[in-house]
């Protein structure tokens, strides 16, 4: 599981608790984006070009968006965006100020691309290497299965139980983004990113809390934040928490070498262990020394070298947990490559 740190301190943290006879860890790990940048991109602008001259005229009433919104939410989508972002040194991040229509009128599709006589001009304009342009953005807000609600108020009075009734929507961003790099005149990147988001209301009156959800106009408001937000992910490498497993120690050097990396004393720890693993006769001690060795190593960034002791852990004694590291760390190590470019100077 991992969890994203919105933050990128400079000394590796651990949250722990325990569990029977391993300690679970949370360690923090830099993880690749998705998408790849040219590494000699470190100054990037990001556009609005998103806005509609037109809707369709049944949207606004089989949804709760109103028309009127558009561009608010394509702004806030831009806020999300910008704001992760900055939570990484990868790039120089400036927001070009103003809008631009849309070149599909509906803004629910890509259309033309914006001529490089312009992205220049905007490039210079800004002193950015690229542009990373909202080209489409559409929201909106859907009440999930109306029928089931009336069901259930109808269900509630004739129980006379006078329970509460849920209702459920659903938000809803589609954005189309493009990366302009206008040294090569090329498109860097050009997809769809799609993001969801499950609202509830609850009342005892069934069309009080529909009434309620429709009028939940920050619903949109986040989903619009979060899909900037979600979509940056993939452009910049970022920490996360991940878990981690450690065997505990129940006496001697095992306990001693626990308590030096609770104490962050990792250096020691993997020491400690090592000995452990070169002195011990019992196959169990030496896995789970070499299991331990191979996480201090992870947490140093010698991934190589807890590769290595992950395998021995896995010699010793053929446990699943010490393949499903070593599973982890293969990943990792292929990772190095991407990571090496989208974190270069």
């Known amino acids: 599981m991992k969890l994203l740190l919105k933050t990128s301190p400079f000394a590796l943290l651990l949250l722990i608790y325990s569990c029977s006879g391993i300690r679970g860890m949370n360690v923090e790990v830099m993880r690749a984006a998705e ?40 702004e806030e989508c831009l806020r999300g965006m910008v704001e992760t972002l900055n939570t990484s040194a990868r790039f120089k991040t400036t927001r070009v100020e103003g809008t631009m229509n849309a070149p599909d009128e509906r803004s629910i599709a890509f259309g033309a691309q914006l001529p490089w006589t312009m992205v220049d001009s905007i490039c210079a304009a800004h002193s950015v290497d690229a542009l990373i342009v ?56 050009e997809d769809r990113f799609d993001y969801e988001k499950i609202w509830k209301q609850q009342s005892t009156n069934p069309i009080d809390a529909v009434a309620k959800l429709i009028k939940k106009n ?37 306990e001693r070498g626990e308590r030096q990396a609770l104490s ?11 000995e452990v693993y070169e002195t011990s006769a019992k196959s169990k ?12 190593y992870e947490v140093q960034g010698d991934l190589a070298k807890a590769k290595e002791w992950v395998q021995k852990a896995y010699i010793e004694d053929g446990k699943d947990a010490a393949l499903r590291y070593s599973n982890i760390l293969e990943e990792r190590i292929r990772e190095q490559a991407a990571l090496k470019v989208q974190t270069s100077e």
């Open 35 to 74: 998408i790849t940048v040219d590494p000699e991109i470190k100054n990037i602008a990001i556009v609005n070009r998103s806005i509609p001259t037109s809707k369709p005229t049944l949207e606004s009433t089989l949804t709760v968006e109103m028309p009127a919104q558009d561009k608010d939410l394509s």
């Open 285 to 296: 001690i030496r896995a789970k020394a070499a299991f331990n060795t191979a996480l201090g």
């Open 218 to 254: 920050q619903a949109l408001i986040e989903v619009s934040y979060e899909t900037g937000s979600e979509f940056s992910m993939n452009v910049v490498p970022l920490y996360y928490w991940e878990h981690r497993d450690m065997y505990k120690g129940k006496k001697g050097a095992m």
């Open 134 to 189: 909202l080209e489409y953005f559409d929201t909106d807000f859907s009440v999930l299965n109306p029928s089931a609600t009336a069901a259930a108020a109808v269900g509630s009075v004739l129980n006379g139980s006078g329970g509460q009734v849920e209702a459920r929507g659903t938000a809803k961003a589609h954005a189309g983004f493009r990366i302009y790099y206008p040294k090569t005149k090329s498109i860097l990147y």
């Open 264 to 274: 962050r004393d990792w250096e020691g720890a993997i020491k400690t262990w090592t």
